[in-house]
């Protein structure tokens, strides 16, 4: 049996449940609702749903087996404090949140790209860079995700650096227990934001549709595997991937949203999501073998999802409150 032959039948197979679920699901809940204008959109959106089921099976399987045999420091099987994580997780990973910022968004980004193409502007498309090279699919999608990981970067320096994006970050920092199911903890807000920033710059450079979903979901089992309680050596390699211990340093308690000693980092060291290139560039990274506790020194928050969004968002809100920014507004209304 060839590799062909393998990828053929469950390509097949891909297509026969996405065809099952739209036909016998969401095809007549359209029908019944009137909404049949929304079916192609729905039908694409099935993607996200069985390669999140896929990301889901793996994180089960593989990763959270890899936890148990190779753990990077001795953890109960399954704590309460990851109990939202999961929620987390499903919520993002089974097309809810993409769909959401989709049927939100798509009108926008519609009108943003006729707004550019009026004023003549060219996105900045990546297969016409070298054509016979950069139209290559493969090399076409490799520098997209390298482009897209640089503007991760930047976002999350930019959400350690002002106090009130901190505090919404810190949510995501919170955990003490860190495990494969960890990478989605964060504030909608935060999420939101960076899938408009995402989404801006993957227009900007002409990712397409299809790879955009491909784009994502490799992005985000890789960063499942990076907050797994894993302890990897990736000897030379670690300078090409960002492991689970290079990021577990920036979840380190005291040290990895703070980086004392590391004067002009701007709040933390290891920021890279996929590659720890950035980092080695701007001077944020740390190497380290240690696998340090994870955490925010001094801050409580209840394993309730619903309370966590509300406790972080008003932690978020008093530190906005008392920026120099708002402070400078309203003592120059009281002068007024």
């Not at 990828?7 to 996405?18: A, C, M, P, T």
């Amino acid at each position: 049996m060839t590799l062909n032959t393998v990828s053929s039948f469950f390509g097949l197979l891909y297509g026969s449940i996405q065809e099952f679920i739209f036909t016998n699901l969401a095809g007549p809940i359209l029908y019944r609702l009137d909404l049949m204008s929304w079916a192609e959109d729905v039908y694409d959106g099935i993607d996200w749903f069985l390669f999140g089921c896929i990301q889901i099976l793996l994180i089960v399987l593989v990763l959270r087996t890899w936890e148990r045999l190779q753990p990077a420091e001795s953890q109960a099987r399954f704590s309460k404090a990851s109990i939202s994580d999961v929620i987390y997780t499903l919520f993002h990973r089974l097309g809810i949140f993409h769909g959401l910022i989709f049927i939100c968004l798509s009108g926008f980004f519609f009108e943003l790209d006729s707004f550019l193409h009026d004023f003549r502007f060219d996105r900045l498309n990546v297969e016409g860079w070298w054509p016979g090279i950069t139209s290559v699919p493969w090399i076409s999608f490799l520098i997209y995700l390298i482009l897209l990981d640089f503007v991760d970067y930047i976002y999350h320096r930019a959400s350690h650096h002002f106090n009130w994006w901190w505090q919404l970050h810190a949510l995501h920092h919170s955990q003490r227990v860190m495990t494969a199911w960890s990478d989605n903890r964060n504030h909608i807000l935060d999420d939101i934001l960076r899938a408009l920033v995402f989404a801006f710059f993957a227009l900007l450079i002409g990712v397409t549709p299809s790879q955009f979903i491909f784009l994502v979901v490799l992005s985000q089992f890789i960063q499942s595997w990076q907050h797994a309680n894993i302890r990897v050596d990736l000897g030379w390699a670690k300078y090409l991937l960002v492991s689970p211990i290079f990021h577990r340093m920036h979840h380190a308690v005291g040290y990895g949203y703070e980086a004392a000693g590391k004067p002009g980092v701007l709040g933390g060291c290891n920021f890279g999501v996929l590659f720890p290139w950035w980092d080695m560039i701007f001077s944020t990274a740390i190497f380290t073998t240690e696998a340090c506790p994870t955490g925010v020194e001094d801050l409580q928050l209840s394993d309730n999802l619903l309370l966590q969004q509300w406790q972080t968002l008003c932690n978020a809100m008093q530190k906005l409150k008392n920026s120099p920014v708002f402070s400078y507004s309203k003592d120059h209304e009281i002068s007024k």
